[in-house]
C-alpha cells in the first residue's frame, strides 16, 4: 500500500481497527464504516424533498426555511449502534464521517445552497465538560469540509433551570423548557440564514426551542438538519 505510514501499521497491530457499525475488522484503515455497514444506511432523501417529515414537524411552530434528516433512526439497529459511539464512546472520527456525508446530501440537493453559517445544538455545559466534547459539533465540522461554511459553536448557550421542576405542573414545566436557550454572540448572526445541527430528532421541541431563541436576532432565516430522525 502506498502511503502506508510505519507508525500507522504499529497502531493497526495494537489497536486492530473495526467498523464503527458491526465491528467486523475487514475494513480498510481509512474506512469508518464497513462496505456492508455503509449498505445498510437507512437514507431518508428527506433533503430531496420539500414538505417532507422533518420539515412538517415545525409546521406552525416556527418558521423554517429547509429541514432534512439524513438516516432513519429506530432501536436495535445500525443507527443505534452508530450514535451511541458518536455519543458515549468518544468516536470523533465517526461524527466527522457522518458529518461529511451530510454535508455531501446537502450540497448535492442544493435546497441548502442559501444558508450562511452551521450552528451546533449546545449541550449543558456540564455534560459537555462530562463527554468532552459536542457531538454536534463534531458533525458540524465535518458537514463544514464539504459545505465550506463556518462554525459558530459559541453563539448560543443551553441552560439547566436552577429551580427544581417538582412542583411546578405541566404548563409551568413546558414554560421552563422554552427558556433554556441564551445568545452569547448574537451579533455573529445578523442577517445570517441559520443551519442549526443535530444528531437526532424526535419531537422537535429542544430545536424548537433554540431555534426560536436564534431567530430573535435581526435578519436571520433558520435551516435544520440531523444526522437521524425517529420514526415514531
Ligand atoms: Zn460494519
Not at 434528516?69 to 464512546?89: A, E, M, P
Not at 455573529?188 to 431563541?213: M, N, P, Q, S, Y
Request: aromatic share 6%.
Amino acid at each position: 500500500m502506498l502511503n502506508f505510514h510505519p507508525l500507522q501499521a504499529l497502531q493497526h497491530l495494537f489497536l486492530p481497527h473495526h467498523c464503527a457499525g458491526c465491528g467486523s475488522d475487514i475494513i480498510n484503515d481509512e474506512q469508518i464504516l464497513c462496505l456492508h455497514c455503509m449498505d445498510q444506511m437507512p437514507l431518508t432523501a428527506f433533503h430531496l424533498h420539500d414538505n417532507n417529515p422533518v420539515e412538517k414537524i415545525f409546521l406552525g411552530r416556527i418558521p423554517v426555511v429547509q429541514a432534512a434528516s439524513y438516516l432513519y433512526f429506530s432501536k436495535d439497529s445500525l443507527l443505534q449502534r452508530i450514535v451511541h459511539q458518536l455519543k458515549y464512546k468518544g468516536n470523533k472520527e465517526l461524527g466527522l464521517f457522518m458529518g461529511r456525508k451530510m454535508g455531501e446530501a446537502l450540497l448535492q440537493s442544493g435546497r441548502f445552497n442559501n444558508t450562511d453559517v452551521l450552528v451546533p445544538m449546545p449541550l449543558f455545559a456540564a455534560r459537555e465538560r462530562k463527554r468532552g466534547y459536542n457531538q454536534a459539533l463534531i458533525l458540524c465540522q465535518g458537514m463544514a469540509e464539504v459545505l465550506k461554511l463556518p462554525v459558530l459553536p459559541d453563539v448560543i448557550r443551553r441552560r439547566r433551570s436552577s429551580e427544581t421542576q417538582t412542583h411546578k405542573n405541566r404548563i409551568e414545566r413546558w414554560q421552563n423548557m422554552q427558556d433554556k436557550f441564551e445568545l452569547q454572540q448574537g451579533n455573529a448572526l445578523v442577517d445570517k440564514h441559520i443551519l442549526l445541527v443535530d444528531d437526532v430528532i424526535t419531537t422537535g421541541a429542544t430545536l424548537e426551542a433554540c431555534g426560536r431563541e436564534l431567530l430573535t436576532t435581526p435578519g436571520t432565516r433558520l435551516s435544520i438538519m440531523t444526522m437521524a430522525y425517529t420514526v415514531k
